[in-house]
């Protein structure tokens, strides 16, 4: 539909589809693959917040950026604002998948996306399937967004794969998990989470949480031996149910003893065939990871707003104004 329009032309198309569907029972929008880039993200802004209906929006490949990204996320937080302001209560989003959008490319504190934290704690209450993947999201940012999903309880499928969790991360996501008991899809590869942080995770994960867990995917994150031999025992002890285990592209060889430790622990289950490739496991060469953990937990890490961190829409509502509810 748009492939043929000048580029000027775009805002305008997209306006004019979503003006005419502002009012009508939508169960998704999915604009994925569509070069809108920032200069369209105001176009979605009146759907997002004036539709009440739709349960899936699904923004994938747009090339939003950072600045288109905050547009978005502004709008998704009015919504929820809007919606408990008029005595709608919550909105109806279960699923928000924008990813391969580079929204993290300029954002290198929390307060940078403090709105993405705000919107996310603001559908915590019916958001299950989050995938935010590809993003280039850095490390202090991604602690702000795992903190603010730790609120969703009801939470099934996290996809924040192809960003930066690392040591810091890996702490904020161990420390989430207790939170998500539904959860049963987890993909954390290619996240750079590094030995030590997979340990934490391992270790977090050996107590139990999340035990409907089917899908688990760390694939090329830059995690070694302790962490896997901690998630063999955890695997054995509380996860019946895991029938997908991606490992491959981090540290070791297919002679581990790790890897058969990870087999056996999934054969227990009945779950045989649910390890998949090891045939492309990395060497470890010992770097400066010491530091690299010095330097991340040196990083000051703003907290979210007292209101939003609670979830407390109707105190967001107050801090907001009355004037821009109305606008």
């Not at 200069?39 to 349960?55: G, I, Y």
């Not at 934290?117 to 209450?125: I, N, Q, R």
């Not at 996809?159 to 049963?184: F, H, I």
Request: charged share 30%; aromatic share 4%; hydrophobic share 40%.
């Amino acid at each position: 539909m748009f492939t043929t329009r000048k580029e000027w032309e775009l805002p305008i198309s997209l306006q004019a589809i979503l003006d005419a569907l502002e009012d009508k029972p939508i169960d998704e929008l999915d604009l994925s693959s569509n070069a809108l880039g920032p200069r369209c993200a105001p176009s979605l802004v009146s759907f997002l917040t004036k539709n009440r209906s739709f349960q899936k929006l699904r923004l994938v490949d747009n090339g939003l950026g950072n600045e288109g990204g905050k547009i978005v996320a502004q709008a998704l937080y009015d919504a929820a604002v809007n919606s408990k302001y008029d005595g709608r209560g919550p909105t109806q989003i279960k699923t928000l998948i924008v990813s391969n959008n580079r929204l993290g490319w300029n954002m290198e504190t929390l307060a940078e996306a403090e709105i993405w934290c705000k919107a996310l704690e603001a559908h915590a209450s019916t958001l299950e399937d989050v995938r935010l993947y590809q993003n280039t999201i850095r490390t202090p940012v991604m602690v702000g967004l795992i903190r603010a999903l730790s609120e969703c309880k009801g939470l099934k499928h996290l996809d924040v794969s192809d960003n930066w969790l690392k040591v810091a991360g890996s702490k904020a996501l161990a420390e989430a998990l207790p939170n998500w008991p539904e959860l049963r899809i987890l993909n954390i590869s290619e996240d750079q989470i590094l030995p030590r942080g997979g340990v934490i995770i391992a270790e977090a994960l050996v107590k139990g949480p999340c035990s409907k867990l089917e899908e688990l995917n760390i694939k090329e994150a830059e995690i070694g031996e302790k962490a896997f031999i901690v998630l063999a025992q955890a695997i054995r002890s509380h996860f019946p149910k895991l029938i997908k285990l991606e490992v491959n592209g981090n540290y070791g060889s297919e002679e581990d003893e790790w890897i058969e430790k990870l087999r056996e622990a999934l054969e227990s289950h009945g779950n045989s065939s649910a390890l998949g490739d090891v045939d492309e496991l990395e060497e470890y060469v010992e770097e400066d990871e010491e530091e690299s953990e010095e330097g991340e937990e040196a990083e000051e890490i703003a907290p979210l707003p007292k209101a939003a961190a609670k979830g407390d829409v109707d105190v967001l509502v107050d801090l907001m104004g009355k004037t821009k509810i109305a606008a």
